[in-house]
């Protein structure tokens, strides 16, 4: 019975630690991107290099994505109004049948992007990764970073913890229907965030600079 009891109050700590992990995670990360995230283009200060978080083009069903559509069309809307001059698509690629940076490049282009200021980082196997080759591969210490609101959230922090000034600009929230797993997640994730930094977690790639004019 000692055993049992021990059991459990060692499970509720667990879970009562796990709880507040998800909390304070959350909090620290949210109060951080505060005064930073934006969803107005009339708004949004200049950055030369906009950083697109890459994601799948359809879901398991065969639909469209539509975190991925909603991302596309922030970037579209960025270049347009000139709010930055270059775009970085990071994105995983770690199949030779998967490559998100060029189906992004490929639907950016279709929507009249010029091909020349793209530059894709097919590294990017998590925010983590994206954010620490941005400024080790392709030399960028300020960026504006496009993602949904919560993405852009964590990714700023990230940056800042990098010695990055960013910025994000929020493309359109997707639905609880089809975004409930991916919100899950992302309470996940940000606990993972102060893992890797306690850890001291590096990218799983790194390699040559890439120069951005």
């Not at 409930?180 to 965030?193: G, S």
Request: glycine share 8%; proline share 2%.
């Amino acid at each position: 019975m000692k055993i049992r009891k021990i059991i459990s109050i060692s499970f509720l700590i667990l879970i009562a630690a796990t709880c507040f992990a998800i909390y304070e995670s959350n909090r620290i990360i949210t109060k951080a991107a505060r005064g930073k995230i934006y969803t107005s283009i009339l708004k949004i200060p200049y950055n030369k290099v906009g950083l697109l978080l890459g994601t799948s083009r359809t879901i398991a069903d065969g639909r469209i994505n539509l975190f991925y559509a909603y991302r596309i069309l922030a970037a579209v809307e960025l270049i347009r109004a000139e709010k930055i001059k270059y775009l970085i698509i990071s994105g995983d690629n770690g199949r030779t049948e998967y490559n998100e940076p060029e189906a992004m490049r490929s639907d950016l282009i279709k929507a009249g992007v010029d091909s020349t200021i793209i530059f894709l980082d097919y590294a990017g196997f998590r925010t983590f990764d994206s954010i620490k080759r941005l400024k080790e591969i392709f030399g960028q210490d300020s960026v504006t970073v496009i993602s949904q609101k919560f993405h852009n959230e964590r990714a700023i922090y990230i940056a800042g913890e990098e010695g990055i000034t960013a910025i994000g600009y929020n493309a359109r929230e997707v639905g609880a229907r089809d975004g409930l797993r991916t919100m899950i997640r992302e309470r996940l994730a940000r606990v993972k965030v102060f893992l890797d930094s306690w850890f001291g977690a590096k990218p799983r790639f790194l390699g040559q600079k890439v120069l951005i004019p």
